[in-house]
């Protein structure tokens, strides 16, 4: 059935008309609706925050990186977590051993970050 | 069923008890001086079962996890390696590294040989890229530890960038290696490769695969085209971590080259057209020799123009690295020997040599050739011991280099390489013009002062086991080489097929 298998390009073509469509329609639809009342606070990058001062090109401090970097420690313990908690029926105590290892390295590494007053916003 | 396992969990557990002893004791200085001594301690406490282990040939972990020979004879590289620079280290601590990071540095350092460790034990190439990336990690925050100094910073942004270049190369080929073959075993890769038609049909993409994967390992080895860091970053780093990086990040990656070469690619062989049989080791040959070759010319050369002793040591490492992956491309039944018995010669010289510049740069402020002027007058028996590393790492006559080059040169002779044998002696003589100014320096120059220079503890032992070393592979290299080969019978290129084909 060749045809069956060509229908199915048919609908990645129709999703990939529709991802196009929708925004040109959407931004075409509101431009139309839309009330125009330009002045200058509406050109601003955050109408409603802080006002902007300078340039963007200053140096600033990079806090977030150690956030970023404590999320991976949650992060990669899920990877690991998940799966192996499908499969604990089969896999046993030997990896459930494996797995409190594993946590308890885990855990050690947010403890030293925790010590090293990485959580403190300075 | 040994504990295959142990001399990797002792050193894990002994960088995370020295981090945790750096957060016990953060608040006292006395203390933390001590977490640099809990290191070296971890590090020989590893040794033990490592020694012990001698002579096993074993898989755990599915067969991931791979001790034979080739291992063994690497892990003893690494923990000696690592237990040296230690000691240099421990020592070496007011080199601009600040006090708050010595538990830091101490547990990195075990961080960095782990992974050193685990490329040796690897057969899987997963988790060989762990490995690597857990030394390379580890090795760009060493680098960048003299926090304040701009020097070491710049040195710690070109490796980063840089190595993870390499890193993401490595990946890729390793993406096409699995994708091709579909195992991640590195001996069940060269199986598949083996097939009937396989190669015929996937070959070019499987070269592709081995030369983006071989520049991971040449990267850590330093070897050309891939060496652009290796001057700013020697230059930039605490003078223990250029010794690291020169000698246990180096044979890491000679671990990684050899595991992956001759564990996967070597001996796979394929009819290319009816009749014609090829091999992929003399197909890969001209390649890694023309790197080989490279890689000792410029090495040398350019060493030639340095002045500042730390980057000369990058450029002699170049050389070095040129040296070194002369029996990958003369492949012969003794190649895995002859580079077990070179990285332990060149790791004792060095870490001999790194010693006496990280006292000597302390003392002066500088690592200029000058710092070194009349060092006989102010340590004479310091002086002996330089001779005797520089001697060996030139690779003059009757010294344990001597004899490292010497099976070099004749397993290239064995394999038809010529032109390497050549080169390799040529080299060597230019490597004696830049080796021996910083020795009439030593012995010929007057210095600006005749003040005695102490060494410090850490410092003297480190001297003294390299001298050590050396001595007895200089005058019993035979009996060396036997011991080795018959404690790793596995080194003997065979054995790390053992149970495998």
């Known amino acids: 059935m060749p045809s069956l298998y060509w229908y199915n390009y048919l609908v990645v073509v129709l999703f990939i008309a529709l991802g ?61 977590l998940y799966p192996w908690a499908v499969a604990f029926d089969r896999v046993g105590t030997f990896a459930l051993l494996e797995m409190v290892i594993f946590l308890a390295i885990l855990a050690f590494g947010l403890f030293y970050a925790w010590r090293k007053d990485v959580l403190e916003w300075k | 069923m040994n504990a295959i396992w142990l001399p990797e969990v002792i050193v894990l557990a002994g960088a995370i008890g020295t981090l945790a002893f750096g957060l016990a004791a953060r608040r006292s200085k006395a203390m933390s001086d001590l977490a640099m001594t809990l290191a070296l301690i971890t590090v020989v406490v590893a040794l033990l079962p490592t020694v012990g282990l001698i002579g096993t040939v074993e898989e755990g972990f599915a067969g991931a996890f791979r001790i034979d020979g080739l291992t063994l004879a690497f892990h003893l590289l690494i923990l000696i390696g690592t237990g040296l620079v230690l000691l240099i280290a421990r020592d070496g601590r007011s080199d601009g590294v600040p006090p708050q990071y010595l538990a830091e540095y101490a547990a990195l350092l075990l961080f960095a040989a782990l992974g050193g460790m685990l490329i040796a034990a690897a057969a899987d190439l997963l988790l060989l890229f762990l490995g690597l990336e857990l030394l390379s990690i580890s090795s760009y925050v060493l680098v960048g530890l ?20 390499a890193t993401a190369v490595f990946a890729f080929g390793m993406s096409y290696a699995i994708g091709l073959t579909g195992t991640t075993d590195v001996y069940q890769i060269g199986q598949t490769m083996a097939d009937a038609g396989f190669m015929a049909r996937y070959g070019r993409l499987l070269f592709v695969a081995f030369f983006f994967l071989i520049v991971g390992a040449f990267y850590k080895l330093a070897s050309v085209p891939f060496y652009m860091w290796a001057p700013d970053v020697y230059q930039g780093a605490p003078t223990a971590v250029t010794a690291f990086l020169a000698t246990v990040s180096k044979a890491s990656g000679m671990a990684l080259v050899v595991r992956l070469f001759l564990g996967s690619f070597a001996w796979v062989a394929w009819e290319a057209q009816p009749n014609v049989i090829k091999n992929f080791w003399s197909e890969s040959t001209p390649y890694i020799a023309a790197l080989s070759a490279l890689s000792m010319i410029v090495g040398n050369v350019l060493a030639l123009k340095a002045r500042d002793v730390k980057r000369m040591f990058a450029y002699s490492s170049v050389a070095h690295a040129g040296y070194l992956i002369i029996p990958l491309a003369a492949v012969n039944p003794m190649m895995i020997d002859q580079i077990v018995f070179y990285l332990l010669a060149y790791l004792l010289a060095n870490v001999g040599i790194f010693a006496v510049i990280d006292q000597v740069g302390r003392d002066r402020g500088s690592y200029d050739l000058s710092a070194f002027s009349g060092l006989y007058h102010r340590a004479p028996l310091v002086a002996w011991a330089l001779l ?35 080169l390799l002696v040529v080299t060597s003589v230019i490597s004696y013009v830049y080796y021996f100014a910083v020795l009439k320096q030593v012995f010929m120059r007057p210095g600006t002062t005749e003040r005695p220079l102490a060494f410090s503890f850490g410092t003297a032992t480190v001297i003294a086991l390299a001298v050590l070393g050396t001595l007895l592979g200089s005058l019993f290299p035979g009996e060396v080489m036997r011991t080795m080969q018959q404690a790793f019978d596995a080194v003997q290129m065979f054995g790390i097929y053992q149970g495998r084909l």
Request: aromatic share 16%; no cysteine; glycine share 10%.
């Open chain 2, 388 to 422: 005797l590393f520089f001697l060996s790492l030139a690779g003059i006559p009757l010294t344990m280099g001597f004899f490292g080059k010497l099976n070099i040169l004749l397993g290239a002779v064995w394999g038809g390489h010529f032109v390497l044998a050549g």
């Open chain 2, 146 to 165: 003299k926090k304040t100094h701009l020097g070491s910073t710049e040195a710690a942004m070109k490796y980063v960038l840089t190595g993870a270049t």
């Open chain 1, 20 to 80: 196009i469509g929708l925004p040109i329609v959407a931004f075409a639809l509101s431009r139309l609706l839309r009330p125009k009342h330009a002045y200058a606070e509406k050109t601003t990058t955050y109408e409603s925050g802080a006002e902007p001062i300078g340039t963007s090109w200053v140096r600033f401090k990079v806090k977030y990186y150690l956030y970023a970097l404590l999320f991976l420690v949650f992060d990669v313990e899920t990877l690991f």
